[in-house]
């Protein structure tokens, strides 16, 4: 994916390549997403919507949120950066994107190793914190398939 060096960019790239980086405990050679990349569009209504889901399953995808900004008491730019993870698996069985088998991870565990890995590390960004998870929010689930956003901020230090 292009970059241009900017933080968000390089953010985006840096928690992805945290989550492509994961490894299954039972199965070290395998690892936990089949696709973890920054978001570009890749679930579309246009191109299959929820039914692309197969093609990435199970999967992560990372994008920057507008950030929230307010000043301190000497009107300093306080500046959140905000990125949201949107994690989903499906499965062939009923409820077992939900839940996970002994074969697959169900969302729950994909949300604690997401969570884990993300959490409270730094995004080898100059001029930012760690990043924090703050929340989530369900974005589809059915029988067979499951997707929810994960929600991460770190402050941002404007160095010029």
């Not at 307010?70 to 077992?96: I, N, P, Q, W």
């Not at 080898?124 to 990043?131: A, K, Q, R, T, W």
Request: charged share 25%; hydrophobic share 40%.
């Amino acid at each position: 994916m292009p970059n241009d060096g900017s933080i968000i960019v390089t953010a985006e790239k840096w928690i992805a390549d945290a989550l492509a980086a994961l490894k299954k405990v039972e199965a070290p050679d395998e690892k936990v997403f089949k696709a973890a990349e920054p978001w570009n569009y890749q679930i579309d209504p246009t191109r299959g919507g929820v039914e692309s889901f197969v093609k990435y399953s199970p999967f992560a995808f990372v994008s920057f949120l507008p950030p929230g900004s307010s000043r301190h008491g000497d009107y300093d730019l306080a500046e959140e950066l905000l990125f949201a993870v949107a994690l989903g698996t499906v499965s062939k069985a009923v409820g077992v994107a939900r839940t996970g088998d002994a074969d697959s991870y169900g969302i729950g565990k994909l949300y604690d190793l997401a969570v884990n890995a993300i959490d409270k590390h730094h995004p080898s960004v100059e001029g930012c914190d760690e990043l924090y998870y703050f929340d989530s929010d369900l974005v589809s689930e059915t029988d067979k398939s499951y997707c929810m956003q994960l929600y991460f901020k770190c402050k941002f230090f404007r160095t010029q």
